[in-house]
């Protein structure tokens, strides 16, 4: 499959699979009209290698790692260090998963797996951009334990009013997505469902 290809296989699988019209409260507590949960598509084997291809041709070319705050982007640092393994494109990639609270025993840590070097640089995944909060959480715990980080990468954009995109430049990110809202709430998928 080409890159086209695959970007149009799961922007299909995103309107099936993630996507539902009708009134919601997001985890921020605003409501809304158009829903995206993506762990329907990033945890069936299929649609995650997809997801992973097109996420790991964003990833910053000297990462050495990608990480993410869990449970939204358990599956997407996994995928994308398998793909990075597979491809002869890539550099190798380690998975990094975030806590949203240190672990209550043991070493006490929020970064779960291998860590690199002390100023090595991290991409951080994230499945649904709204706010951008869970993200940064995600960029403060890495920076914090002395990693660089750069960029953010998302599947889908939720587009709310750009608060993301202005949260990142405060942080000094770059905030790449391989879809946005728009492009998933098409006129025939928001009255189908």
């Not at 750009?162 to 905030?175: F, S, W, Y």
Request: a negative charge.
């Amino acid at each position: 499959m080409n890159k086209k290809e695959i970007k149009d296989d799961l922007l299909n699988l995103l309107k099936e699979n993630a996507y539902k019209k009708g009134e919601f409260v997001l985890s921020s507590g605003r409501k809304t009209d158009h829903y995206i949960n993506c762990k329907p598509v990033t945890l069936h084997g299929f649609c995650l290698h997809l997801v992973s291809t097109l996420l790991l041709e964003h990833v910053e070319k000297d990462s050495v790692a990608v990480g993410g705050l869990t449970l939204g982007a358990d599956p997407l640092v996994v995928g994308v260090a398998m793909r990075s393994w597979n491809s002869k494109d890539s550099s190798r990639l380690n998975a990094l998963i975030i806590r949203k609270q240190a672990k209550g025993h043991g070493t006490s840590d929020y970064i779960e797996g291998p860590l690199p070097d002390i100023g090595s640089k991290v991409t951080v995944l994230e499945d649904v951009i709204t706010t951008g909060g869970s993200a940064i959480k995600a960029v403060k715990r890495l920076r914090d334990a002395g990693y660089e980080v750069n960029r953010v990468l998302s599947i889908v954009d939720r587009q709310e009013n750009g608060e993301a995109d202005i949260l990142m430049k405060e942080e000094n990110l770059e905030l790449v997505s391989i879809f946005k809202l728009e492009d998933i709430v098409d006129d025939t998928n928001s009255e189908s469902n």
